[in-house]
Structures are given as structure tokens and as C-alpha cells.
């Protein structure tokens, strides 16, 4: 690579003949002028001199490494490596707090051991090659193609989020790898863990839940209480991401009130089939879901009416696209079953079990709720330190401001606490029967989900006043800010309202409040 003085740059300071200076690397734009989205002019103005501080003011570091091929040499003056040579997109984060504290080498963390180290590299670098598709389908609201999802399967980014089980021991013959290369019988809940907080690094949410959010929670019915038959015919296609699963519980007229559903499903004469008729709403990949693991009514009001049942679109269900707020490509979908024939082979469990089976699943979709919110509010956190450090305002960095400093201590010291706390119950996941899972477990969870969501509003609300306009805009330097702005509020809905969940976690922990206590 050449270098050049500074007089030299200097000479090429025109349109047409222009360079620049950033970060000690010098880079010919005379042909990109009129690509720029910003326009000639503004080139022009910092034409043959070092535009560094300009640059970071109105680009994310990103574009740099984009357009590298534009790089041509370094001033005579530089010292140490570029920059843009040095940049290990699989490397952990030194921005404070911009990465799980206990990954790190220099910290010891009685949860994290070298597999799960290796484990972050191999999920880092499937994230790292889909960044710029996420970005482009986000924006235009693309649901994702057959083909990203079978990648996402076989190279194990589905069953990741699906977590420790038997499935895990097969996944070779499945044609199934896991990230970093790791044995199947180590992959643990952290692993689990780590997996959903590198897919929040896309900062995308309503791509994120495009690759599987709703297969993730309908896969699991299936694996823990489909037939042999059902397990044979389905999951090796659903690992692989051949086939796509929703959850379909939520109805019109029926949220947190899943004993009150309306969608029923009568037996035929012949006792062979049952016809399904109802509707279910904002279910998450529905709209191109191929299974559709559906709660039904089967007998009389409440709880102990309600069965499950795995459909198949082919069945004859119908999906609509419901338009939410984060991202048309997560299919968000309105499901019609009219006079749906389903074999009564596909009833999962028992007549009457649905409604254990549904709250089975609750606890760790909770669970997965709030690793990913926790985890893109941590990617939030990290993009304001690194604003915050390379803005200026009246004359100083927004760093030095205290007000900004005291912003960013409230944002790291509640994702932190409840960070500490996710931790904790993640490592009784990992240790705990499952019948004390889901005896212990639940409540916690819940009351978990409900902190977790109330920090985030508080993290997301500190973020946007750090970033001003630029939060409010769907590209450049706070894109991922406004992308989590319209995010943000839908843990606090979704997987049972925070309202649902406090009360019940506080139910639950009155069901063993000893009788003799008094003050």
C-alpha cells in the first residue's frame, strides 16, 4: 500500500480529482462523487484534507469497510495497522458493556466455558454474512426466501433457539451442523442463550423474527408431545428449515385468556377427523408457515375444553397479512380455518390437555422474549457509548456532557441487573429437574419478563434522547435505534401482557408463602 504526504493528498481536491483523509488511510472518491448519497457539494467542502471527524458524524463505521476498495494508501504519518485491516467482525466488542460480561477471557463467570466462547464465534459469523440482506429486507418488508431459511436451519441457527433436548444428539444425520462446530450432547441453555443475543446483533427486529420467532415456540409442542409419527414425518424437515412452524393460540377476541378461546374443532361421525372453524390473529411466521400447531376447542367452556392440534396448511387454512409496527417480513398473520379436515393422528396428547400443553410452552417463550429484548437493548446500549464518543456538540464531545454520562449509568445499570438475574435463571434451566422447572420456574420467569420489558422502555428512551432526529430515522447512524423504538413495547404484549405476568409470578409465589409468617 502507498503512502503519501499530506501536500499530496492536498493536490486532489477538487470534483473530479478528489481525496480524502479518514482515520489516517487515504481514499480517491474522484469517481464516487455522484454515488454519494449526500451529494457532490459535500465531498467537495472537505476535498484533499483528513475528514475523520465529519465522516463519524454521519456515517456508521460500516460504510467504511464497504467501500474499501476506494482506499489507495495512508499518510506518511500514520502509525500502526489500519484501522480497516485490523477489524475482526468475530471478535467481542471492547465498548463497555456491549457484550455478556462473563464471555469475556479476563472474566470469570461460573456459566461460560470455552464452548460457549467457541460457540459465539461460529453464531457471530452466520449473523456477519446475512447484516447487509437483513437490512435490505427489513426496509422493504421481504419475507424471508425458502432458501435463507433451509440455511438457517442447516447450520443450526433454528434448533439453537429451540434449546438443550434429545433432538440435540441427531442433528448430524439430520444434515444439521451447530455453530462453531460443537458437539450436539454439550450444547447447553446458555448456549441457547448465547444464540439469541448474537441473532439481536442484526439490530433488525422484525427481520429477526422473520428467520423462525414463531417456529421457534411451534416446533417445541411437537417435540415434547407429538406422536412418534408426527416427530418422524416433521421434525428432521423443521431442523433443516424445510418446514416452518407457527404457534397458533391467540384469537380476536381472546389474548392472555387463553382458557376463554373461541376456535373449535368437532369430531366427524366416523371419529376419524376433526373439522376446525375460528380464527387466530398476529400469529408470528403465519403467513408462510407450512404447520400451524393450532389450541382448540374440543369441549366444553374453560381450561379442560381445550385440545392441540398440528395442521397442515394443505388442510386448507387460509393466512392474511396483518401490518404491524416493527416489519411486514416476521408474517404476522390473521389465520382462517373454514371447515378445516384434520386426522384425528394429529391431535398432540390427550382430548382436554391442551391448555397444560399451551402453558408448558409459556415459560420459555418468556424466557426467549427476554434474552432478545435484553439482548438488542444491549446492542442499543453499545451504539450510544459509541455516538455518544464520537459526536460533538457545543464544541465538546456528547461523552463529556454529564447529562449524557448519567444517561448512559441508568441504561447499563438495569440491563446489567436484570441481566444478572436472566443469568440466574438460566442456570436453574440448566441444573433443575424438568418437573421443578416447571413447578419453580414459572413464576420467576414471568416476573423476570415483566422487568426485563419496563427496562428496555427505560433503555430505548435514554437511547433516542442521546441520538436526537437521528433516532427518529429509519437509515443511517440511528437506524438501529428507531428500529428498536417500534420493537421495544412488544415484550411488554406478546408471550402474556406485563400485567398477566406480575400478577401471576406474585400468585405463584403466594402458592408456598409458609402460613405461620407474621411480622
Excluded at 294 to 300: D, H
Excluded at 340 to 349: A, D, H, I, Q, S
Excluded at 427 to 444: I, V, Y
Aim: proline content about 4%; aromatic content about 10%.
Amino acid at each position: 500500500m502507498k503512502t503519501f504526504t499530506a501536500n499530496e493528498v492536498a493536490a486532489h481536491n477538487k470534483l473530479g480529482d478528489l481525496w480524502v483523509v479518514i482515520d489516517g488511510d487515504v481514499f480517491d472518491l474522484s469517481k464516487f462523487g455522484k454515488m454519494h448519497p449526500g451529494g457532490e457539494a459535500v465531498l467537495k467542502e472537505f476535498a484533499g484534507g483528513d475528514a475523520t471527524t465529519v465522516f463519524y458524524e454521519q456515517h456508521r463505521a460500516d460504510v467504511l469497510r464497504r467501500y474499501k476498495r476506494l482506499r489507495i494508501g495512508s499518510l506518511d504519518t500514520k502509525k500502526g495497522e489500519s484501522l480497516l485491516d485490523k477489524f475482526d467482525p468475530l471478535a467481542l466488542s471492547e465498548v463497555p458493556y456491549s457484550e455478556i460480561a462473563g464471555l469475556r477471557s479476563d472474566y470469570h463467570s461460573p456459566y461460560y466455558k470455552e464452548t460457549h466462547r467457541k460457540f459465539v464465534r461460529g453464531c457471530r459469523s452466520y449473523v456477519e454474512n446475512l447484516k447487509q440482506t437483513a437490512e435490505q429486507f427489513d426496509k422493504a418488508g421481504k419475507e424471508p426466501t425458502k432458501e435463507m431459511l433451509k440455511k438457517c436451519g442447516v447450520e443450526g441457527m433454528l434448533v439453537s433457539r429451540i434449546g438443550p433436548g434429545p433432538w440435540m444428539k441427531d442433528l448430524k444425520s439430520q444434515g444439521v451442523n451447530l455453530p462453531g462446530g460443537i458437539d450436539g450432547q454439550e450444547f447447553d441453555q446458555f448456549h441457547e442463550l448465547v444464540a439469541h443475543a448474537e441473532m439481536a446483533r442484526l439490530g433488525v427486529p422484525g427481520f429477526i423474527d422473520s428467520l423462525g420467532a414463531g417456529h421457534l415456540i411451534g416446533l417445541p409442542p411437537i417435540l415434547h408431545f407429538g406422536s412418534a409419527a408426527m416427530k418422524e414425518k416433521f421434525v428432521p424437515a423443521c431442523m433443516r428449515g424445510e418446514k416452518i412452524c407457527a404457534l397458533a393460540i391467540t384469537e380476536p377476541f381472546v389474548g392472555s385468556d387463553v382458557a376463554g378461546m373461541r376456535c373449535t374443532a368437532k369430531k366427524t361421525p366416523c371419529g376419524k377427523f376433526y373439522i376446525v372453524n375460528g380464527a387466530k390473529k398476529w400469529i408470528t411466521n403465519g403467513t408462510y408457515a407450512d404447520i400451524f400447531i393450532t389450541a382448540v376447542r374440543t369441549g366444553g367452556k374453560g381450561a379442560k375444553g381445550i385440545s392441540m392440534l398440528l395442521i397442515e396448511r394443505e388442510h386448507g387454512i387460509t393466512t392474511k397479512p396483518i401490518h404491524t409496527s416493527y416489519a411486514p417480513c416476521a408474517g404476522t398473520a390473521y389465520v382462517e380455518y373454514n371447515d378445516v379436515k384434520v386426522p384425528v393422528e394429529n391431535l398432540m396428547g390427550k382430548e382436554g390437555d391442551g391448555f397444560r400443553l399451551v402453558m408448558h410452552n409459556f415459560n420459555h417463550e418468556r424466557w426467549v422474549i427476554v434474552v432478545n429484548v435484553l439482548s438488542q437493548a444491549r446492542v442499543v446500549v453499545e451504539e450510544c457509548f459509541k455516538w455518544a464518543s464520537q459526536r460533538t456538540v457545543f464544541g465538546k464531545k456528547l461523552i463529556e456532557q454529564p447529562v449524557i454520562r448519567f444517561k448512559l449509568a441508568n441504561m447499563v445499570s438495569q440491563l446489567e441487573s436484570v441481566w444478572a438475574w436472566l443469568e440466574t435463571i438460566t442456570h436453574e434451566m440448566n441444573t433443575m429437574s424438568f418437573k421443578d422447572r416447571q413447578a419453580k420456574l414459572g413464576g420467576p420467569t414471568a416476573l423476570l419478563k415483566y422487568q426485563a420489558t419496563r427496562v428496555v422502555n427505560h433503555i430505548v428512551d435514554d437511547a433516542i434522547q442521546i441520538f436526537g432526529g437521528r433516532a427518529l430515522t429509519r437509515s443511517g447512524m440511528g437506524a438501529k435505534i428507531e428500529n428498536f423504538m417500534r420493537f421495544a413495547k412488544y415484550g411488554a404484549v406478546y408471550g402474556g401482557s406485563e400485567e398477566i405476568c406480575a400478577d401471576l409470578g406474585i400468585r405463584q409465589a403466594l402458592r408456598t408463602y409458609p402460613k405461620d409468617a407474621r411480622l
